[in-house]
């Protein structure tokens, strides 16, 4: 059992920048591939980026690439989403997950758990 509790959310000009953390429990954290999800009002959860068990290998959704970075910290059960470059349609709830799946395989279809999401909202 994996529970995952994010934060870092806020709200910040187009052009900014958060880092969102995710803290996850149990022992099993370092077995998963980890990676982070996001949903706008009346949209359909998204995948945004994800990372392999040991941070070898990162896949990025096209609208993140170059501005987003994942990473994680399998000593501290932690993830991170470092945002750069921050734009309006960047603006959705961000929610931690982990999955069995490979980093491009990462969807919401294999999702084993999820986090209860921040909210991110960025203004013009």
């Known amino acids: 059992q994996v529970q995952l509790v994010e934060s870092g959310g806020g709200l910040v000009q187009a052009g900014g920048s958060l880092r969102l953390s995710c803290a996850a429990s149990g022992r099993t954290f370092s077995s998963y591939t980890m990676g982070w999800f996001r949903q706008a009002p009346g949209t359909e959860r998204e995948f945004v980026a994800a990372i392999s068990w040991n941070g070898g290998s990162t896949y990025y959704a096209d609208s993140v690439k170059g501005r987003f970075t994942i990473s994680r910290d399998n000593a501290k059960n932690m993830e991170y989403l470092q945002m750069n470059s921050l734009k309006p349609e960047d603006t959705a709830t961000y929610y931690c997950?982990?999955?069995?799946?490979?980093?491009?395989?990462?969807?919401?279809?294999?999702?084993?758990?999820w986090g209860q999401g921040t909210q991110v909202t960025v203004s013009s």
């Open positions: 997950a982990a999955s069995a799946a490979s980093t491009q395989r990462m969807s919401n279809m294999n999702i084993n758990y």
